[in-house]
């Protein structure tokens, strides 16, 4: 699954901006689609997944209630609205699809495996927030 992001940028803490990822190719039944994000010189986190069966979504702790994740199912797109940034949501912004749900959702929610590898994942759009 090709992946391609758009939306990053520079604002100014309490801020917004909305990310947005396009998918395509792939031969998978469903695409499970999330965002990633990953601080300078920090570890990779993920934030927010949404199931593309069900539409289930779920969020990090350090983005719940700030951060909104969508999908326009006809156009294959996914994304992320995010609401009053903050300094500390600086870093590198990934998409990631796959046919599986678990592993996805399991490291938005900080258990999963680190070192699983994705059907699909982009090339990285860079957020800064300013104090």
């Known amino acids: 699954v090709q992946l391609a992001e758009s939306g990053g940028g520079l604002v100014q803490a309490g801020g917004s901006l909305r990310l947005s990822c396009a998918a395509s190719?792939?031969?998978?039944?469903?695409?499970?689609m999330g965002w990633f994000r990953q601080a300078p010189g920090g570890v990779r986190e993920g934030i927010a997944c949404?199931?593309?069966?069900?539409?289930?979504?779920a969020y990090a702790e350090s983005v719940q209630g700030r951060f909104t994740i969508s999908k326009d199912n006809g156009a294959k797109r996914v994304y992320l609205q995010m609401d009053n940034l903050q300094p500390e949501d600086t870093g590198v912004y990934y998409c990631?699809?796959?046919?599986?749900?678990?592993?996805?959702?399991?490291?938005?929610?900080?258990?999963?495996?680190?070192?699983?590898?994705?059907?699909?994942w982009g090339q990285g759009t860079l957020v800064t927030v300013s104090s």
């Open positions: 990631a699809a796959d046919g599986a749900w678990g592993p996805l959702v399991d490291l938005v929610l900080g258990v999963g495996n680190t070192n699983y590898r994705f059907d699909g």
């Open positions: 949404i199931n593309d069966e069900d539409g289930r979504i």
């Open positions: 190719g792939g031969d998978l039944i469903y695409v499970h």
